[in-house]
């Protein structure tokens, strides 16, 4: 790894948590100019109350949250992104009613839409989201094998892709990022690659291929380029995020880091038979011939990530890491 650039961790913010305080399985996170962190809950099909959109800072301190399970206004029911636009309107896709709603920044409803279908401008299961610097809003229509690209009223400007595995193709593609110069950078899901493109869709690049390795990957679901061109990629099935420079030559592995986050550690120190259940424990273990995959080894080691689903960059390049399945963020700076 060169020494110009390295990532170093900060802390973590999170708990798992139904209602209030904390996340449930969460997939995605906004940040807006302010600071604020808009945290996307996803849950699980058994305990549909836990869905929302928590409100908290980088210091831990929680604002209140919206939004509840449903088709109605202002619900959702397989949210999937978060993203603002420059009026400080919180956009949020949902695979399941095939639209997006678009809230204030208190949580209030204001408008949603989008028409199931694989016609011109309509939507099959929307995913990622990224505004433009013209606050044109990207969606990645994931089961529609395509981007499109709409106004932030909905109107259809353009889109382009088709399924397959050649250059600009797409399956089942999930994330997407803009760098500084408008190019849009597509997490391919199922093609185990990055796709760049120009802001009209012609195709640029592509990044990775399937693998375990160094600039390989499996399964990557969320893409996020910083000023300087450093493209940052949550290798989901690898259970790790892998920073790559502006040519897609590999930079940095994470794997994760996590200590107790300040929601937890009042929770322990309010609960000390769970404290003493955790002190008893072995958060560390080593590594046995079984654990055969990185997802196994997630499992058993907490500081890990576990189901790294995104990856965005605030205003000062600091990295946020979601993790779906241990409820909780990660935060990376860089180095000095």
């Known amino acids: 790894m060169p020494s110009a650039f390295a990532l170093r961790y900060s802390h973590t913010i999170g708990i798992v948590a139904m209602e209030g305080r904390g996340f449930s399985n969460p997939v995605d996170v906004a940040i807006r100019s302010d600071g604020r962190m808009y945290v996307l809950s996803r849950t699980n099909p058994l305990q549909t ?72 401008g309509e939507l099959h299961a929307p995913s990622g989201l990224a505004f433009d610097a013209d606050d044109n809003l990207y969606v990645v229509d994931s089961r529609n094998s395509r981007v499109q690209k709409f106004t932030k009223a909905g109107a259809w400007l353009l889109s382009w892709g088709t399924e397959g595995g050649g250059a600009g193709e ?10 500084s110069h408008g190019h849009v950078y597509v997490a391919d899901w199922r093609n185990d690659r990055i796709q760049k493109f120009l802001p009209d869709g012609t195709f640029v690049a592509s990044f990775g291929e399937p693998g375990h390795d160094d600039g390989q990957f499996h399964r990557p679901s969320s893409v996020a380029v910083d000023r300087a ?22 930079l940095q592995r994470l794997r994760g880091e996590a ?12 609960n000390w038979d769970e404290k003493a259940a955790r002190e008893a424990s072995e958060l560390m273990p080593k590594m046995t011939e079984e654990v055969a995959t990185a997802h196994e080894e997630s499992a058993r080691v907490e500081p890990y990530f576990w189901g ?26 860089r180095a000095p």
């Open 170 to 179: 797409f399956n089942l593609p999930w994330g997407v990022g803009l760098d």
């Open 229 to 250: 061109g450093h493209v940052y990629v949550a290798d989901w099935g690898n259970e790790r995020v892998q920073v790559l420079d502006a040519d897609g030559r590999f």
């Open 259 to 270: 200590t107790l986050s300040v929601w937890a550690r009042q929770f322990y120190e309010a």
């Open 308 to 333: 790294p689903i995104s990856v965005k960059l605030d205003e000062q390049g600091r990295l946020y890491v979601v993790e779906s399945n241990r409820h909780r963020i990660q935060i990376y700076a």
């Open 49 to 120: 109350y836990g869905i929302r959109v928590g409100i908290c800072d980088l210091q831990s301190e929680y604002y209140g949250d919206f939004g509840s399970y449903g088709s109605g206004d202002g619900q959702f029911v397989w949210p999937t992104a978060l993203a603002f636009d420059r009026d400080g309107n919180l956009y949020l896709a949902d695979e399941h009613n095939h639209r997006i709603s678009v809230f204030d920044g208190s949580g209030r409803f204001l408008s949603m839409w989008g028409t199931h279908g694989s016609g011109v």
